[in-house]
């Protein structure tokens, strides 16, 4: 029962940076309907920097989100700039959005592993090694600091979204994207400021993962899937339901990584994609899926 | 009158056609050029029977048809119907698995069993399309991501294949200097069958409903498409022949591995090719798939480095869909200037 429980405790403390991660994939989604595919690519590209930050000025990742998140964000407004108005209102914008961040995806991957090589990578900050005991059961204090961290920068974001111009006019072009320029809302702008927003916490989520996994070049595949899991489940372009989904399937993940062995457990997002897709394809928030 | 896209098409067709000289040339130069390429393909082994010299151009080629297979195949749900699967090499990686264990269980020659692989991948994608193209959209797209690190995952995990490290597969007890040519007429004719079959999609009912929902899928419903029933089975159509070359590809490269089979990079470069010849022609992902496999050889003999070689396949990629849309042949054909014996339909 005991074990139950403390596995109970450390699927919901990877839950809450699984969330973090999928936030920034939603927000870009929900705003824009553009699947990101190289979003998992732009948040190990994040952790790249994180590690050699941690490793050369030894400055903590938790700390490096004070540059990472900036810099995630004018790099991608500069991307969405660069890349996404040509496309425009195009009759094919779902195909061409997805093979345009799939091309980014492999141009981030390709530089990564030219500056970084394959090797796997973590920073080690001392917390990443300590634990903290709360009765009968044990937290890692890296997972404990990392969710905490996560549920803050949630709480901004729901906080920004709710109750700022800027926030509304983010939320209005989510629900619908033609009536909110009918009312006023200047859709290119909000939509450039939604993408920077969606990377810089791609960003932050990198400085995370710089401490929580080893990582390389090519790992932000099994990332994408995870995520992409997640934001399905949740019901695409609805926040709260990819945050629901992040903790849903991050217990589940661990339960069955427990049960079955670690190797095994990124399969419960995978199959978990395609039950959902079968049984009830609106997700569990969201929307028919739609784009 | 209602209002479709198509009658636009057949107009434009029929004004083309009054317009067009009287008298036909005496020799259809398509004809002519796919007649001859095809002879020529089919005799180039000779030179390596007679000589022996001719190995590295034998598996060029070989390397070449394979991927005119998947483009070929790609092209099918990803260029007519505008669905893209960013993990088409799951069905070859399916295939060769599915091969591979027949010839190492059973002693069953790939050569045998590769149309049983084509069947494979053709319910795997009939499977996976029931699953996710009964909605519109992204679903799809996702889909097919998570079914290659599905495929992946399993395969690792599954020890009678030898998990990671995957198996050796025996190669037939030819002598070296005819042992390539089995896969080289193998190839060449799944390579024959996926384009003529993209031919005969193209130019049938099927095919122009397929179009009709990559213009506009609403209307497409409207006028009368069972939108979902096209979509299912052409999505299981584009899987069927990377099966069966996948099938011959593994036992030609002797071993099972999940990493190289199902890597995303295979998956990226089927879908560059596409483009690059031109998504939604019959010709261009033939020409693409060529110029790519020219491209590839030539960068990687240059520069050997495959974190590079990703890099400029993303690249490439996105200059391609930001400044060449259409492809090579989408361009030629729009500005009238396809010369005829590319002009495939």
């Keep these: 029962m005991i074990q139950l429980v403390q596995v109970l405790l450390l699927g919901l403390m990877l839950g809450g940076v699984y969330a973090l991660m999928a936030s920034g994939l939603t927000l870009i989604f929900g705003v824009m309907r553009i699947v990101n595919i190289a979003h998992a690519a732009f948040i190990l590209f994040a952790a790249y920097l994180a590690f050699w930050a941690f490793k050369i000025y030894h400055i903590d990742p938790m700390v490096s989100v004070l540059f990472t998140m900036p810099l995630m964000f004018f790099l991608g407004m500069g991307i969405y700039k660069l890349v996404f108005p040509r496309i425009g209102e195009s009759r094919q914008f779902t195909s061409m959005t997805v093979l345009l961040t799939f091309s980014l995806a492999l141009i981030v991957e390709g530089v990564m592993g030219f500056l970084y090589s394959g090797i796997y990578r973590s920073a080690n900050p001392p917390y990443t090694t300590r634990a903290l005991l709360l009765g009968p059961f044990y937290l890692p204090a890296a997972q404990l600091y990392a969710t905490l961290l996560s549920l803050i920068l949630l709480g901004v974001l729901f906080l920004f979204l709710r109750f700022t111009r800027t926030g509304r006019a983010i939320r209005a072009t989510m629900q619908n994207r033609t009536a909110a320029q009918i009312v006023g809302v200047d859709v290119e702008r909000i939509s450039t400021l939604a993408f920077g927003i969606g990377m810089a916490l791609a960003g932050a989520s990198g400085s995370l993962v710089s401490f929580l996994f080893t990582f390389f070049p090519a790992k932000h595949w099994q990332w994408i899937g995870t995520l992409l899991a997640l934001i399905v489940l949740g019901g695409m372009g609805s926040l709260s339901g990819s945050v629901v989904g992040a903790f849903l399937l991050a217990v589940v993940a661990a339960y069955l990584g427990h049960f079955y062995g670690p190797t095994w457990s990124p399969i419960t997002f995978y199959l978990a994609l395609f039950l959902i897709l079968l049984i009830r394809p609106q997700g569990l928030f969201g929307k028919k899926l739609e784009a | ?345």
Excluded: C
Aim: glycine letters at 10%; proline letters at 5%.
């Design chain 2, 1 to 345: 009158m209602p209002e479709n896209p198509l009658t636009e098409e057949v107009l434009d067709a029929r004004e083309e056609a009054y317009l067009r000289p009287a008298a036909k040339p005496t020799v259809d130069s398509r004809k002519f050029f796919l007649s001859s390429l095809l002879l020529v393909l089919a005799l180039f082994p000779v030179l390596q029977i007679v000589s022996g010299q001719f190995n590295y151009w034998l598996h060029m080629l070989l390397f070449t048809f394979m991927n005119i297979t998947m483009a070929a195949s790609w092209n099918i749900i990803g260029g007519y119907t505008g669905y893209i699967s960013l993990g088409h090499n799951v069905f070859s990686g399916m295939g060769g698995y599915v091969a591979g264990a027949l010839l190492v269980f059973y002693g069953l020659s790939p050569f045998l069993t590769a149309p049983l692989a084509g069947a494979f991948a053709f319910l795997l994608g009939l499977l996976v399309g029931l699953i996710t193209l009964r909605t519109r959209g992204s679903a799809f797209i996702i889909a097919t991501i998570a079914l290659v690190l599905l495929a992946k995952l399993g395969l690792d995990n599954l020890e009678l294949l030898g998990g990671t490290n995957g198996v050796s597969l025996p190669l037939p007890p030819l002598p070296a200097r005819v042992v390539k040519l089995p896969f080289y007429y193998g190839m060449l004719l799944t390579a024959v069958g996926a384009v003529y079959t993209s031919y005969r999609i193209r130019h049938s009912k099927f095919g122009l409903g397929l179009r009709a929902i990559a213009q506009d899928e609403t209307k497409a419903e409207v006028a009368g498409i069972p939108t979902s029933q096209y979509k299912i089975l052409a999505f299981a159509i584009s899987a069927f022949f990377p099966g069966m070359a996948g099938a011959l590809w593994a036992y030609y490269l002797t071993y099972l591995r999940p990493t190289i089979y199902f890597a995303v990079l295979g998956a990226a470069e089927v879908v560059l090719m596409t483009l690059l010849g031109g998504r939604g022609t019959v010709s261009g992902p033939v020409l693409g798939a060529a110029l790519l496999v020219i491209l590839n050889e030539f960068f990687v003999a240059k520069f050997g480095s495959t974190e590079l070689n990703i890099a400029g396949t993303g690249l490439l990629m996105l200059l391609v869909l930001l400044f060449f849309p259409d492809g090579i042949v989408g361009t030629l054909r729009e500005r009238r200037k396809l010369p005829r014996f590319l002009d495939w339909g």
